[in-house]
């Protein structure tokens, strides 16, 4: 598998249960967020994305949550599954435009137990 | 639609090599970034195109690295000469508007330079 895994906080969830990813995003001008998900071998992919006009955005078993005061983001997932297993990583751009950059958290490994 | 396509998945060369990295964006999307993974510093963007024309690459390493494209279907990265220190996997990803909905990536090249 990808050795990016590596020296990455684990996060160790029981198949079943909630799961809940932090992130603590680096620029406060920061105003779109976006999570991707990395499986071994695999490109990071797109799961949820929110704007700093909202604090809360739902999909499908995932919720994403921002806090600008403290800026931190967090990723909730519900009901975890063994296909949940993977390299969950925070972006943070400014403004998206001609001028910004996606920027990425190092990223956080979440093993789920069956 | 077939993705964000690269090539090749894997590559080994000795140092002092030429390296070329390939990649087809997604038709339609008008936006390439070319991005590097390490254990060491996560994903770092070297480089991005909008409509072909590069528009920030700020975050190639040095002149050993450039990139082209010369159409809105294919874009390369070139290392020349190539050293043990530029291994690591190396992502191509598009989108139709810079941050927006996320990037859609590859499935990287991963290059070990020995």
């Known amino acids: 598998g990808e050795s990016v895994g590596l020296h990455l906080p684990t996060l160790s969830v029981q198949e079943g249960d909630n799961s809940i990813i932090n992130c603590a995003y680096s620029?406060?001008?920061?105003?779109?967020f976006i999570w991707y998900k990395q499986e071994s071998g695999k490109g990071p992919q797109f799961i949820i994305d929110?704007?700093?006009?909202?604090d809360k955005r739902q999909g499908q078993r995932v919720t994403v949550l921002l806090n600008k005061t403290v800026k931190h983001l967090s990723l909730q997932i519900a009901a975890t599954q063994p296909g949940d297993s993977a390299v969950y990583f925070c972006a943070e751009n400014i403004s998206p435009g001609a001028n910004s950059k996606l920027t990425f958290g190092k990223g956080i490994t979440l093993s789920v137990r069956p | 639609d077939a993705g964000v396509i690269q090539s090749p998945r894997h590559e080994v060369t000795e140092m002092g090599q030429e390296v070329t990295l390939r990649c087809k964006p997604i038709?339609?999307?008008?936006?390439l970034f070319w991005y590097r993974q390490t254990m060491m510093r996560g994903l770092e963007l070297l480089i991005y195109f909008n409509n072909n024309v590069p528009i920030d690459d700020s975050g190639m390493p040095e002149d050993r690295f450039s990139a082209k494209m010369p159409n809105a279907s294919f874009s390369t990265l070139k290392i020349q000469p190539s050293e043990p220190r530029d291994s690591a996997v190396y992502f191509c990803?598009?989108?139709?508007?810079?941050?927006?909905?996320?990037?859609?990536f590859g499935s990287g090249t991963r290059l070990t330079v020995v």
């Open positions: 990803a598009s989108s139709r508007m810079r941050g927006i909905h996320g990037y859609t």
């Open positions: 038709s339609g999307h008008d936006y």
């Open positions: 620029n406060s001008a920061s105003d779109y």
């Open positions: 929110i704007r700093s006009n909202m």
